[in-house]
């Protein structure tokens, strides 16, 4: 079984600055792609910021230059970064991988349960 766990969500005001992590647990053989995902109330669920394991990252055009992804494959961990946030980045962050478990031959993607991000104007 693997596991999902974000953690560092919370209440900003804006031009402040969050860390998100997401670390991934069990039996695991290997993590490929990994991303961050929110959802806003009323809006459907959007890539904030992708990351490849050879570390090539994406993000989406309202984030760029603000939020940095990244990954330790040692830890199996996946980090964001959000600086200078804005009211319009207030939503339920899900960090989400596609991982081979131990013994499998296929890859499944697996999501975490989601942290909330808030930011005050």
């Known amino acids: 079984q693997v596991q999902l766990v974000e953690s560092g969500g919370g209440l900003v005001q804006a031009g402040g600055s969050l860390g998100l992590s997401c670390s991934a647990s069990?039996?695991?053989?290997?993590?490929?792609?990994m991303g961050w995902y929110r959802q806003a109330p009323g809006k459907e669920r959007e890539l904030v910021a992708h990351?490849?394991?050879?570390?090539?990252?994406n993000y989406a055009d309202s984030v760029k230059g603000r939020f940095t992804i990244a990954r330790d494959s040692t830890k199996n961990t996946m980090y964001l970064q959000m600086n200078s946030l804005k009211p319009e980045d207030t939503a339920v962050y899900y960090c989400?991988?596609?991982?081979?478990?131990?013994?499998?031959?296929?890859?499944?993607?697996?999501w975490g349960q989601g942290t909330q991000v808030t930011v005050s104007s």
């Open positions: 990351i490849t394991s050879g570390g090539t990252t």
């Open positions: 069990g039996s695991i053989f290997k993590i490929n792609a």
């Open positions: 989400n991988a596609d991982i081979v478990r131990s013994g499998v031959y296929f890859s499944h993607i697996y």
